[in-house]
């Protein structure tokens, strides 16, 4: 039993994890010097011709600029190696990123919303021709700058949140600049408030999108797309394998699951087998290279099967691993989840 369990606790290795520390800091610092130039002079100018619209779009290249500053600073922070009681390193300092891009994306369009209800209302005088141009040179900034961070890793969640960042900016100026058309040949000067309005539902649900995403990681949640019940089942279907439980996948970090379980072997079964095929199921069929898989016969230790009954479980012996099961119980042929 004994050397069961200390095979059985083996991780798969050689696998890399996240973002490597200098693959995507050339693009994400090239986007932050033409972000933060062009703002400041979007700033003036929609001073100057009393555009919300405008101001609102520079408001955005702030959170804009300040995502990727983020996105930076957490990319180096992962890369610190694990030490102390930080065993998985500092990786969730991107899922960290990520999340304040989303909810500083949420904060900033429930005020750009205010703002552009009051202009709704009392609509000042907006120079049309001078939003035109300023726009159209922002959709072109902007461009740029989404094509600089397409180039980067965006399964990283934290890239992802920035480049989410620019991409509502970019759709943000596309409709300033409408707007700006509208005033400048109909003088209808409530369009630069819509185009805000515009603005501000891009804000929400990119804001939310980030906000949920990287609330599940730090929920423990399964990564989207992996169904635990159906992955328990594929488990327990293996050769040899009688009962799978204390299944938990998540996620370390965006691009990192993780799993653990305690498998049960037939009486007679080769465990050590049965732990290495498992491992290369999980990396062939979900992607999942860092497992830990404990691996016992039936029967050693005490352990016995799992009640899939509702009600109380029989009593177990005590010293038993499986005293409390946390989560579903997984055996050959159909059961309950």
Not at 313 to 325: A, K, V
Request: aromatic residues 4%; proline residues 4%; negative net charge.
């Amino acid at each position: 039993m004994t050397e069961h369990a200390h095979s059985g606790h083996s991780h798969a290795h050689g696998h890399t994890h996240g973002v490597s520390p200098d693959a995507d800091r050339r693009w994400l610092r090239a986007a932050l010097i033409l972000l933060t130039a062009y703002m400041a002079v979007e700033v003036v100018i929609g001073v100057l011709a009393q555009s919300l619209a405008l101001i609102s779009d520079a408001a955005h290249m702030l959170t804009d600029a300040v995502s990727i500053v983020l996105a930076l600073v957490a990319m180096r922070l992962a890369a610190k190696p694990a030490r102390g009681g930080y065993t998985y390193g500092l990786k969730r300092a991107e899922i960290l990123s990520a999340q304040a891009n989303g909810i500083t994306l949420l904060v900033l369009s429930v005020w750009l919303a205010y703002e552009a209800v009051q202009r709704l209302i009392s609509p000042p005088e907006v120079t049309g021709g001078l939003v035109v141009i300023t726009a159209l040179s922002g959709v072109v900034i902007n461009l740029i700058c989404t094509w600089f961070l397409s180039k980067a890793n965006r399964s990283s969640l934290n890239i992802e949140g920035a480049y989410q960042h620019i991409l509502t900016d970019l759709f943000g100026f596309i409709a300033t600049a409408i707007s700006g058309l509208i005033v400048l040949t109909t003088g209808f000067q409530r369009a630069d408030a819509i185009a805000s309005l515009v603005v501000v539902a891009l804000m929400l649900k990119a804001g939310a999108g980030l906000v949920r995403e990287s609330g599940r990681i730090f929920m423990e949640a399964a990564p989207a797309g992996i169904d635990p019940d159906a992955l328990g089942d594929h488990l327990v279907a293996a050769d040899q394998v009688v009962e799978v439980h204390d299944l938990h996948i998540w996620q370390i970090t965006s691009g990192q699951p993780a799993l653990s379980a305690h498998i049960l072997v037939a009486p007679g079964g080769d465990c050590h087998k049965v732990r290495r095929n498992l491992h290369e199921l999980l990396r062939t069929e979900y992607g999942i290279t860092h497992a830990t898989l404990q691996v016992d016969h039936l029967g050693e230790q005490d352990d016995e099967l799992l009640t899939l009954s509702p009600g109380p479980r029989p009593e177990q012996p005590s010293g038993s691993h499986c005293d409390d099961s946390h989560g579903p119980v997984h055996r050959p042929g159909p059961h309950r989840h």
